[in-house]
């Protein structure tokens, strides 16, 4: 009982903590590219387990996904996750695979810009169609 009574203590610290944050120490604003990204995409992925890289990958990823959709390329895309709890642990497995099928068309692109939310630990990135 008394484990939870300090638990709950820290919590609401934490809270409060979260919420006298100002927009001053908010970190860098929020781009204008993720809700108008022009002719590119902007796509995002949250924490990844296998650290940046492989979150880096996801966001790359998703923003082609997108931006090969709107130049009539044909994506089949499935993801499976297994999750499995025993006792007090839980894991999951996840596996993605993408098929992509272009006919006569090419299709480029570029990462413009990439930015990391401070808040949230989402990193975003921008693709634009390459020249």
Same mark, same amino acid.
């Given at each position: 009982?008394?484990?939870?009574?300090?638990?709950? $203590?820290?919590?609401?610290?934490?809270?409060?903590?979260?919420?006298?944050?100002?927009?001053?120490?908010?970190?860098?604003?929020?781009?204008?590219?993720?809700?108008?990204?022009?002719?590119?995409?902007?796509?995002?992925?949250?924490?990844?387990?296998?650290?940046?890289?492989?979150?880096?990958?996801?966001?790359?990823?998703?923003?082609?996904?997108?931006?090969?959709?709107?130049?009539?390329?044909?994506?089949?895309?499935?993801?499976?996750?297994?999750?499995?709890?025993?006792?007090?642990?839980?894991?999951?497995?996840?596996?993605?695979?993408?098929?992509?099928?272009?006919?006569?068309?090419?299709?480029?692109?570029?990462?413009?810009?990439?930015?990391?939310?401070?808040?949230?630990?989402?990193?975003?990135?921008?693709? $634009?169609?390459?020249?």
């Amino acid at each position: 009982m008394r484990l939870v009574k300090t638990l709950c $203590v820290a919590l609401l610290l934490l809270l409060s903590a979260c919420a006298s944050r100002t927009a001053v120490d908010a970190g860098p604003a929020r781009p204008a590219w993720i809700e108008n990204p022009g002719d590119g995409v902007s796509a995002s992925a949250a924490y990844h387990v296998r650290g940046k890289q492989a979150q880096e990958e996801l966001a790359i990823a998703r923003a082609r996904e997108e931006f090969a959709k709107r130049y009539g390329v044909v994506i089949s895309s499935d993801h499976d996750v297994a999750q499995t709890t025993v006792n007090d642990r839980m894991s999951s497995v996840s596996e993605k695979s993408i098929r992509e099928e272009v006919r006569d068309r090419e299709v480029k692109a570029q990462v413009k810009e990439k930015w990391l939310d401070p808040a949230t630990g989402a990193l975003w990135v921008w693709v $634009v169609p390459s020249e």
